[in-house]
């Protein structure tokens, strides 16, 4: 990176090579994935990720002294960074956490949108996001595998198993929205994606994730009801405000088969683009008026929200996939949002209780022949994991990579720990061009607590507490990863969420062994302990299977009452 240079100025290329600047590689590693999220980020002059407002660092002054640090950080000694500010390097132990990062973290009552917008204006705190802020975000490839579960598990429960023929209306298609496209296709859909920038649109076309781009509605409906018609997969981007063309399609009668929303509805001020104002207007209000650029938010996502809830009452499939417009809609008038479920709950709970869930892997030098032969490893080691094979081979075909070429994947516990342990072994033995790291979403079995998404209705009314995601950090702190962070909600997320994220670097050596099999099997263990001390069965079910201890308490308890 260009240190001291105005962003303007500033060059984002995605690293790669097998020179070391740092002082091995576990250090490098962190380096390469801080510059990665901004080759592949939504706005990096800005130090944005995604989601309008996930920083990869609070500002270019931090920004500079993270990469200063991380060039002549030596083993046994752990930066620490507090809302994207480096403030200091302390010494540990060789086996300690290269970084510690806390984002975003409010005492509970001040845990609202407005303190947070008043701190961050001052420049004393940023959101980090999920993965923008610690470094883990692997473009959109990360969220498409979530995406396409999520569909073939509908699938699954109301269409027979299969979506040819079938209309799925959604929109957005930015940073995270981005995925839905090219899921819904691969999941043999007909999707219609509204989004309100152009430019987003092209960028989908451009890299493959769109097949089409309508001028109208009528256009758009036409093309889909013909791919609909002839059972055919197809994505088709269509311009425009979804507050405004979702009633539209409900005026005409018309009812996808599943519906649902992936725009920035989680933040009011700088994310989501309220119905009948330009992107041009929403940029002066946020500057001239935030007040009132809010509340046309809110009201837009109200117009929203009731025409998902009459896609619903005539039938569709609809559900919240996880951007909080539920809640914005209740809070301003919409009794039965959530009537509308949301899609951890409704279709992924299962997964989670046996801690399966996104792992991710990324290959440091940028060669992409690396991911090719780990991809090969998994068909042969998982050959009978049919949610793994199946997106490998999808994913091989279809999924483009972004930036340092990744892979994701739906492990659970043990599977992630033999897979990174095979890894490190083909770094040892020169099989790969150099190390892989390796991370996850922090929607996770064990670290995420956010009542409106994650931990919604948990069986044992255990939603809000955030005690699993902590102990999730400090249990992998203690196990030796090389990143672990802790990050909680904000602009219009603050107050609902508390997550834990862990990076790990395969560098071929034995301490590798050490940190890679002590971190991910400790991780997922608390998943499925999570699950099961909310007594779901699956998890139950994964106690036993596995081992993994419960000291000290029944073996069995099923009945929260």
Not at 96 to 120: D, I, K, R, S
């Amino acid at each position: 990176m260009n240190l001291q240079n105005p962003p303007s100025q500033r060059h984002f290329p995605v690293p790669a090579g097998t020179t070391l600047r740092c002082k091995g590689w576990r250090q490098e590693a962190l380096l390469r994935l801080l510059e990665n999220v901004l080759a592949i980020g939504e706005a990096p002059q800005r130090l944005v990720v995604y989601a309008a407002l996930g920083k990869a660092a609070r500002d270019w002054a931090s920004f500079d002294a993270i990469v200063a640090a991380l060039l002549q950080l030596e083993e046994g000694y752990t930066l620490l960074i507090q809302s994207g500010k480096p403030i200091g390097v302390l010494k540990t132990h060789r086996a300690a956490p290269l970084v510690l990062m806390a984002n975003c973290n409010l005492v509970g009552q001040w845990a609202t949108a407005e303190h947070f917008y008043a701190l961050e204006q001052k420049n004393l705190i940023c959101w980090g996001g999920l993965t923008a802020g610690d470094w883990q975000y692997i473009g959109s490839q990360g969220v498409i595998q979530g995406t396409y579960e999520i569909f073939s598990r509908i699938a699954e429960r109301h269409f027979s198993g299969d979506l040819r023929g079938r209309f799925i209306l959604t929109a957005g298609l930015g940073g995270m929205g981005g995925a839905q496209a090219l899921a819904g296709k691969l999941a043999n859909a007909a999707i219609l994606v509204v989004e309100v920038n152009q430019a987003n649109i092209r960028k989908r076309l451009d890299n493959g994730f769109l097949d089409r781009s309508a001028d109208t509605l009528e256009q758009a409906l036409a093309l889909i009801a013909d791919a609909v018609a002839r059972k055919v997969p197809l994505s088709v981007g269509l311009c425009g405000n979804a507050a405004e063309i979702y009633p539209a399609i409900v005026a005409r009668g018309l009812v996808p088969d599943i519906v649902t929303d992936q725009t920035s509805a989680h933040d009011l001020l700088y994310g989501y683009i309220p119905a009948g104002h330009t992107l041009e207007q929403v940029q002066r209000l946020r500057e001239q008026d935030p007040h009132t650029l809010m509340r046309a938010g809110a009201d837009s996502i109200v117009r929203h929200v009731r025409a998902m809830l009459d896609f619903k009452d005539r039938g569709a499939v609809v559900f919240d996939n996880g951007n909080l417009i539920r809640t914005h809609a209740r809070q301003n008038g919409v009794e039965r949002a959530f009537e509308i479920p949301i899609f951890t709950e409704a279709y992924l709970r299962p997964l989670f209780a046996r801690a399966i869930g996104p792992f991710r892997w990324i290959a440091l030098t940028g060669d992409a022949e690396d991911i090719g032969k780990i991809d090969a490893l998994l068909l042969r080691r998982f050959a009978n994991n049919g949610i793994v094979t199946n997106w490998i081979r999808l994913a091989r075909q279809h999924v483009p990579f972004e930036g340092l070429p990744a892979r994701i994947a739906w492990l659970g516990h043990g599977e992630r720990t033999a897979l990174a342990l095979e890894v490190n072994r083909m770094v040892r033995d020169g099989e790969l061009s150099g190390p892989i790291a390796f991370t996850r979403d922090h929607l996770d079995g064990g670290a995420m607590a956010h009542p409106n998404i994650m931990t919604e209705n948990m069986r044992d009314g255990s939603d809000a507490i955030a005690d699993w995601p902590l102990l999730n950090a400090m249990i992998n702190c203690s196990s030796s990863a090389d990143l672990v962070a802790i990050h909680s909600g904000g602009g219009g997320y603050t107050g609902y969420m508390t997550s834990a994220g862990v990076t790990l670097v395969a560098d071929g050596s034995s301490a590798a062994d050490q940190r890679l099999g002590q971190t991910l099997t400790n991780d997922t263990s608390l998943g499925v302990l999570r699950y099961a001390d909310a007594g779901y069965d699956e998890a139950l079910q994964e106690v036993q299977r596995s081992g993994i201890a419960r000291i000290g308490m029944d073996p069995i308890r099923t009945d929260h009452t």
